[in-house]
């Protein structure tokens, strides 16, 4: 099982350059989620989807952006790198229904450092 | 706005001892309570998942309760060991908010041999 999948484990890149941060589960969840995590802080809510074509803000979605055209990837988007998101990023999934609410499954997360 | 808080941030305790771990939220409309664990450069797994109905859930050496009407949950985990050495966070999920968790920063578990 290979449950979240995140690519790539490192990154860093200049002020200024883009890059995409993939995400793919395969337990067929319906809710996706993108987080980041400062040092000594907890996990902070980026966007997230209920299903494929829907997306929305976060806690903190400022500088970033997402998409989801399939149930399994939900791809988060850099398009100017800023120092301020230098973080660790995680994605997760869950399977979620009006009546019930499973635990997030998450990915091992994408450490970004931006100079 | 949920604001969920772990204290103590760090602990260590001898190999053998209970651990107790805390976590308060000031907003009691939860639909559930989760508990996670992290390692150095990993991303969290989910230990116990206590719905709003419950007082408590139990896996193992885990046992979670929760009482929302004092804001607060706590995770017991029994006869610790080296190995239960690493983060815990837990993370409240409001009852409206789409299943959006409002984590708290975590608490830093080290068992000494």
């Known amino acids: 099982n290979a449950g979240v999948t995140q690519t790539p484990k490192f990154r860093i890149l200049k002020i200024g350059q883009s890059m995409t941060l993939q995400c793919a589960q395969d337990?067929?969840?319906?809710?996706m989620y993108w987080y980041r995590q400062d040092p000594g802080m907890g996990l902070k809510l980026i966007y997230y989807s209920v299903g494929a074509g829907i997306t929305d803000k976060g806690e903190v979605p400022n500088g970033y952006n997402v998409s989801r055209s399939t149930t399994e990837d939900f791809p988060l988007r850099l398009e100017l790198a800023a120092p301020s998101q230098t973080s660790v990023y995680f994605c997760a999934s869950s399977y979620s229904t009006g009546y019930s609410n499973q635990p997030q499954h998450f990915g091992d997360g994408t450490r970004l450092s931006i100079l | 706005k949920q604001e969920v808080t772990q204290i103590p941030a760090a602990l260590s305790v001898p190999e053998g001892e209970n651990l107790v771990l805390n976590c308060s939220f000031t907003d009691s409309a939860i639909y559930n309570l989760q508990w996670f664990r992290q390692d150095p450069g990993k991303g969290l797994t989910s230990l116990l998942l206590?719905?709003?109905?419950?007082r408590e859930q139990t896996s193992g050496r885990l046992n979670a309760s929760l009482d929302k009407s004092s804001g607060r949950s706590t995770l017991y985990i029994a006869a610790s060991q080296p190995g239960d050495s690493a983060t815990y966070l837990c993370?409240?999920?409001?009852?409206?908010?789409?299943?959006?968790?409002?984590f708290g920063a975590g608490t830093q578990v080290v068992v000494t041999p």
């Open positions: 206590i719905q709003s109905s419950q």
């Open positions: 337990m067929n969840h319906n809710y």
């Open positions: 993370a409240a999920l409001q009852t409206d908010s789409w299943g959006k968790l409002q």
